[in-house]
C-alpha cells in the first residue's frame, strides 16, 4: 500500500528555518516527480516546490523561491523540503504529493 508520511512541521521565528521530510512506503519516490504543497487557513491548497525524476529540475513558487530547497534520498525513500528565512506568510500546513496521494500533511507555524 501505498504511504506517504510529512514531518519536521512545527512553531519557528520569523527568520528561523525548518526541515520537512516526506518518507514514502509502498513504491519507490526516485521514478516519480514529488511536490509539496501548503494550504494556510481559510485559502486554497497551493504549490511550493517540486522536483523531477532525475533530479535534474526543480520548481519554486515565486513566493519562496531563494529561501526554500527540494531534495531527495533515494536510499531512504524520501524528500526534503529546506525551508530558510522563514515568514509569517509560510504558516500552513505542508502536504507531499505523488502519483495521486497526499500525505496526511505537517503543521508549520512562522511567529513570534
Known amino acids: 500500500q501505498l504511504q506517504l508520511v510529512e514531518s519536521g512541521g512545527g512553531l519557528v521565528q520569523p527568520g528561523g528555518s525548518l526541515r520537512l521530510s516526506c518518507a514514502a512506503s509502498g513504491f519507490t519516490l526516485a521514478y516519480y516527480v514529488i511536490g509539496w504543497f501548503r494550504q494556510a487557513p481559510g485559502k486554497e491548497r497551493e504549490g511550493v516546490s517540486c522536483?523531477?525524476?532525475?533530479?535534474?529540475?526543480?520548481y519554486y513558487a515565486d513566493s519562496v523561491k531563494g529561501r526554500f530547497t527540494i531534495s531527495r534520498d533515494n536510499a531512504k525513500n524520501t524528500v526534503y523540503l529546506q525551508m530558510n528565512s522563514l515568514k509569517p506568510e509560510d504558516t500552513a500546513v505542508y502536504y507531499c504529493?505523488?502519483?495521486?496521494?497526499w500525505g496526511q500533511g505537517t503543521q508549520v507555524t512562522v511567529s513570534s
Open positions: 522536483i523531477s525524476s532525475s533530479d535534474t529540475s526543480t
Open positions: 504529493y505523488v502519483l495521486g496521494y
